[in-house]
């Protein structure tokens, strides 16, 4: 299995994550990258360069076997779509709205006879989640991957992260987080202060200058092919600069990162820079981290966590550079011949946040070919 650098994937987003910009993501820092939805009996050329985790969708388990024989050797694992909301899923029963667990577990078992690789499946709050859970644990699933809104939800309203922690109590396998980290901050009434038991009141930084994570949380126990193949347990978590996204690693096993990355793959090396950590002061958060996995009902360590506070914690998380501009997303869409309308799509994106962004977006618009779009300057 591939050594997996931290636990702070790319999110699957349908028409976003192409070859190019997975690329970025992953020189910046993403432990797994994933790419959008594809049906196993699409005759799409598929671009596997980079190894990402690939995800399918379905509403039978017609042409998977072939499907994944054929891309296995070119992916670092699979995911099965069961979270996706809009109203085009709705109308073929795929993603959130395929809700007959025997098919669904006809597809996840055809997906696990088919590859030893990582296997996910993704999921969104809904009344019937714990029951694929056990359908996902019954099957060997390496992981599960659940967002804390409902279908009916889509992407409006909040994460309901406080039942995406009550679902991870539940699992004995780990449960990747995902719904709007980077994107807002949140009032998480179930990260609270270790030595009061109520829940932090809305950020006020007078009254509550600055939330203390629960460093002395020890979460699920259970060690995973998942969790072995982390190269450094540590990397990218020791000095996140994100609050946030550190009393998440402290409860789920991973974290994934969809719409804040959308024109900004370099938000990954922003939240996964790491610096030197002398040996005989380990991080509140490695110590406890150690402590999960030093359960009486694991029988012995695994390899990893053996001379983990000398080695791991002094370890770099390297990457190439922290900021990409559309410059370097464009040298690999012409490396790779994407779409042109692709190519004008991410330049959009890329234009977020930038100096006179809404003049910039309307002359992208206005490009039809790529020598238009290098005029312009981002």
């Avoid at 540590?234 to 998440?248: A, E, M, P, Q, Y």
């Avoid at 206005?366 to 020598?371: H, V």
């Amino acid at each position: 299995m591939e050594k997996i650098d931290n636990r702070i994937f790319l999110a699957p987003m349908e028409g976003v994550n192409d070859i190019g910009f997975r690329i970025l993501c992953k020189r910046g820092g993403a432990g797994l990258t994933w790419t959008g939805m594809i049906n196993p009996l699409s005759k799409e050329k598929l671009i596997l360069d980079d190894k990402p985790i690939l995800q399918l969708f379905c509403n039978n388990e017609k042409g998977i076997e072939k499907f994944m024989k054929k891309y296995d050797k070119k992916v670092s694992g699979w995911d099965f779509n069961l979270g996706c909301p809009v109203k085009r899923a709705q109308g073929c029963g795929v993603g959130a709205f395929l809700k007959d667990l025997k098919i669904i577990e006809k597809i996840l078992k055809v997906m696990r006879k088919n590859t030893k690789k990582l296997l996910f499946v993704k999921i969104r709050k809904s009344s019937y989640a714990t029951k694929i859970l056990k359908i996902a644990e019954k099957n060997n699933l390496d992981g599960i991957i659940i967002h804390g809104r409902t279908a009916k939800q889509g992407y409006s309203g909040e994460s309901d992260v406080k039942w995406c922690e009550s679902f991870k109590k539940k699992s004995s396998i780990p449960v990747v987080y995902s719904g709007d980290v980077g994107v807002r901050d949140f009032n998480f009434g179930l990260y609270n202060n270790p030595t009061n038991s109520r829940p932090h009141s809305p950020r006020n930084p007078i009254q509550n200058p600055k939330p203390t994570p629960p460093f002395n949380r020890v979460a699920n126990p259970t060690i995973s092919p998942l969790v072995k193949s982390l190269a450094h347990p540590f990397n990218g978590i020791v000095n996140l600069k994100s609050d946030l996204i550190k009393n998440l690693l402290l409860t789920f096993d991973a974290v994934m990162i969809g719409r804040a990355a959308m024109g900004n793959p370099g938000i990954f090396s922003e939240l996964t820079k790491t610096k030197t950590i002398p040996h005989n002061k380990p991080s509140q958060l490695a110590s406890t981290l150690v402590g999960r996995f030093s359960s009486p009902r694991v029988n012995a360590r695994p390899p990893f966590i053996k001379g983990l506070l000398i080695n791991s914690l002094n370890s770099k998380l390297i990457v190439n550079k922290t900021n990409f501009n559309f410059s370097d997303y464009l040298k690999l869409a012409l490396k790779y011949k994407l779409k042109f309308n692709q190519i004008r799509q991410q330049a959009m994106w890329f234009s977020k946040g930038k100096n006179g962004s809404k003049k910039l977006r309307e002359k992208i618009s206005r490009c039809k070919d790529i020598s238009e779009l290098k005029k312009i300057k981002m």
